[in-house]
């Protein structure tokens, strides 16, 4: 970070050492901590911003798909094919609280009704919302420490859907985030972002390593 930066941001890249075809396709969020969240994310997910859905408004919005693919001798020859999307839903709020997290984790369930195509292909999908607070209050970090909701779609056979929460004060410095959020390290700026363990699919494949 440099010296005259604020917390939690710190300078972009230079936007000339980027691919033309990421630039084309990063939009400008106008916020200089989403913008640098957003260096963060371009690598890896398609990124949009004031993003409505069902009624709801979201200045940064993200979407990732994976796939993974087992082949025998030719592409054409493959099997054990299995997909991995993640839905990023970020806004910035005066003061997150409780009821707010509450109304995100339905429309969580209602975003999974309407994009999990569960079969035999689908392994998993992680709708993440992401709050951008002044402060992070108490009652919401005990609400996100911890928060656990998962879906399995046909007893686990069809994959299944996972909600998560990220609960942020960037000038504050303050994160917290529940269990299986994958995505805290775009949003912890402050902090070096860590190198997950290896895991499914190498776990999104090191996705924010730029």
């Known amino acids: 970070m440099s010296e005259n930066a604020e917390p939690g941001t710190g300078p972009r890249h230079d936007p000339e050492e980027l691919p033309a075809e990421i630039r084309e396709r990063v939009p400008d969020y106008d916020d200089e901590y989403l913008d640098r969240v957003s260096d963060r994310l371009m690598y890896s997910y398609d990124l949009d911003a004031d993003v409505v859905v069902n009624g709801e ?22 099997y054990a094919d299995h997909e991995t999307k993640e839905y990023v839903f970020a806004r910035r709020v005066p003061t997150p609280t409780v009821a707010e997290l509450e109304r995100l984790v339905e429309l969580g369930h209602g975003i999974a009704d309407e994009r999990v195509e569960g079969d035999e292909q689908h392994y998993g999908t992680d709708i993440t919302f992401v709050l951008v607070g002044d402060r992070v209050p108490g009652d919401v970090a005990d609400f996100v420490d911890g928060f656990r909701d998962r879906t399995l779609l046909k007893f686990g056979y069809y994959g299944h859907y996972e909600v998560n929460l990220i609960v942020v004060a960037p000038e504050r410095e303050e994160i917290v985030d529940s269990e299986a959020a994958g995505v805290t390290g775009a949003f912890r700026l402050w902090e070096p972002v860590e190198t997950p363990d290896e895991g499914f699919f190498s776990r999104f494949a090191k996705r924010f390593w730029r």
Do not use: G, T
């Open 57 to 78: 408004r979201f200045d940064l919005y993200a979407e990732m798909r994976m796939r993974n693919q087992k082949q025998f001798l030719h592409p054409a020859l493959s």
